[in-house]
């Protein structure tokens, strides 16, 4: 099956810090990826869309200059969460498509992003 | 304007119960429905999908019903297990171009002992 990995699982962080989390599809090539957060108990946001060799879509209301996004390979995208504040603390999780599935998308295990 | 309704929240069952979980959509335009099952602190997993060239998918416990003409999808599960608690999603994308998944806002089941 299609393996997407998250990493790291968890970080603390000090506020003001920036944070890096890096998700790859292990065992196919990604041209799409995904990144959401997700509050407690509530349902996955989408924040951004990220396709190889190109620039991130934002979603609206997302801060494209806080949450950077890189798609720098087929395997790997990451997401970069800059000038980190209490309020960014939350789960974040990624996803990924195959370049010939239909619409098929893979999760990665999310990272709990906890700023102190 | 939320696109994917879910219901209910939350759901208890008995062990060897039914487990039932209703989602509606509202775009005509949505041809891929995934059902993901997630467990606390970890992502989302696939546990299946239809399109709408058939009404109904089963992969062992898990069946979905999709009806076109009322927009409507639901997730049975059969002899529901304690192992199931979780929290269940369902989701809708359009299928074309790059997979971006409306999701709805969840259910959590419990299966009781």
């Known amino acids: 099956g299609a393996v997407v990995s998250q990493h790291p699982s968890w970080v603390i962080c000090k506020s003001g810090t920036s944070v890096k989390i890096e998700c790859r599809s292990l065992?196919?090539?990604?041209?799409?990826m995904f990144w959401y957060r997700q509050f407690p108990k509530q349902s996955l946001m989408l924040m951004a869309t990220?396709?190889?060799?190109?620039?991130?879509?934002?979603e609206q209301g997302v801060e494209k200059d806080k949450f950077l996004i890189n798609h720098a390979s087929l395997t790997l995208s990451t997401l970069t969460v800059t000038s980190a504040h209490p309020e960014d603390s939350s789960f974040y999780i990624c996803?990924?498509?195959?370049?010939?599935?239909?619409?098929?998308?893979?999760f990665g295990q999310g990272t709990r992003l906890t700023v102190v | 304007q939320q696109q994917v309704k879910q219901s209910p929240q939350s759901l208890i069952v008995q062990k060897g119960g039914i487990s039932i979980i209703n989602c509606a959509y509202e775009?005509?335009?949505?041809?891929?429905f995934p059902w993901y099952q997630q467990f606390p602190g970890k992502g989302p997993a696939l546990l299946i999908a239809i399109r709408p060239d058939v009404s109904e998918k089963k992969e062992g416990r898990f069946t979905i019903s999709f009806n076109k003409s009322a927009k409507q999808f639901s997730l049975h599960i059969m002899d529901s297990q304690p192992g199931d608690s979780a929290t269940y999603f369902c989701?809708?994308?359009?299928?074309?171009?790059?997979?971006?998944?409306?999701f709805g806002k969840g259910t959590m089941l419990l299966v009781s002992p």
């Open positions: 065992d196919f090539q990604a041209t799409t």
């Open positions: 996803s990924a498509s195959r370049a010939a599935s239909y619409t098929e998308a893979f």
């Open positions: 990220s396709n190889e060799g190109s620039k991130a879509t934002y």
């Open positions: 775009n005509t335009a949505f041809d891929y």
């Open positions: 989701a809708a994308s359009k299928g074309s171009g790059y997979s971006t998944l409306t």
